[in-house]
């Protein structure tokens, strides 16, 4: 265990407050602070033949360990198991690998967290949610704990993407942005990955696929022709490092924008090095 959290803490920035690795008492002690903790909250689903299915977790994750290094809160742990895939914007849930909960489930789990950090003493959390489908779900419980604990601040993002500017669109997809909506396993999270951790992509099993129609809307029993056999609903071919540089750099000062809008009294840190967008 010793090995293992050395190895974590040589790869970190020194200013990082990362949950997992931090004992009760220094938990307790940002708590105390005030320190807003930010939970990642993902899904396990299939992202393609090239991508692993922890996608949905370990890249809001990576994003907020980077914002915690200059900003003073608590990257908490992440939430792993979301709500149900769809075809239209994740797949289905007609691939294996992919691990859902039902709605019910998924909106218990993250009452009892919330209530288990106002226990420990946190007064500011924010849920940053990256996977489509737990939209809603997550601010309904996030509504019903506020009722209960109006002293507590919690801010709800639930679309983790901004709005990107015209020359970013024309920079990552030079041949037109496909879309969001269809950006499953395809170029975005593609490329923060080669910027990430390029040895988890199978580069050699990247497709050019895409539905062969994407209605607004939903069929049941899954409709095959709103999916793709591989996962992706977009090529991720364009996908580089370079672009998930970008990328990550654009995520992270979302980030960072919505925690000074809403905690003005946040303390800035001087990064000890330059891994917030390494």
């Not at 689903?45 to 370990?58: A, F, R, S, Y």
């Not at 992706?232 to 960072?256: F, I, N, Q």
């Amino acid at each position: 265990m010793v090995g293992i959290r050395k190895a974590h803490m040589n790869k970190r920035s020194a200013n990082e407050r990362i949950y997992q690795w931090m004992t009760w008492q220094e938990i307790a002690d940002e708590a105390g602070a005030g320190s807003p903790v930010v939970i990642p909250i993902g899904a396990t689903e299939q992202h393609g033949p090239q991508l692993p299915v922890c996608t949905d977790w370990v890249l809001p994750a990576e994003m907020v360990r980077r914002a915690s290094a200059v900003r003073r809160i608590v990257a908490g742990p992440s939430l792993n198991f979301g709500y149900r895939s769809r075809p239209a914007s994740g797949g289905g849930q007609n691939f294996p690998g992919t691990l859902s909960l039902r709605a019910t489930t998924f909106m218990a789990v993250i009452e009892d967290v919330l209530v288990e950090l106002i226990r420990t003493g946190f007064r500011n959390v924010v849920l940053y949610n990256w996977h489509f489908e737990n939209a809603n779900f997550v601010y309904e419980p996030a509504f019903i704990v506020s009722g209960r604990h109006p002293d507590v601040k919690i801010v709800v993002v639930e679309s983790a993407i901004p709005e990107l500017a015209a020359a970013d669109l024309a920079a990552l997809w030079p041949d037109g942005f496909p879309g969001l909506a269809l950006e499953h396993a395809a170029l975005i999270e593609t490329a923060l990955w080669m910027h990430h951790q390029p040895a988890a992509i199978r580069t050699e099993r990247m497709k050019d696929d895409n539905p062969l129609r994407h209605p607004p809307y939903d069929v049941l029993p899954i409709d095959a022709s709103m999916t793709t056999a591989s996962g992706s609903l977009a090529s991720p071919l364009g996908a580089t490092a370079e672009k998930g540089e970008l990328l990550m750099r654009r995520l992270v000062d979302h980030l960072l924008s919505i925690l000074d809008t809403e905690f003005p009294a946040l303390d800035a840190v001087a990064p000890a090095d330059d891994r917030i967008h390494a």
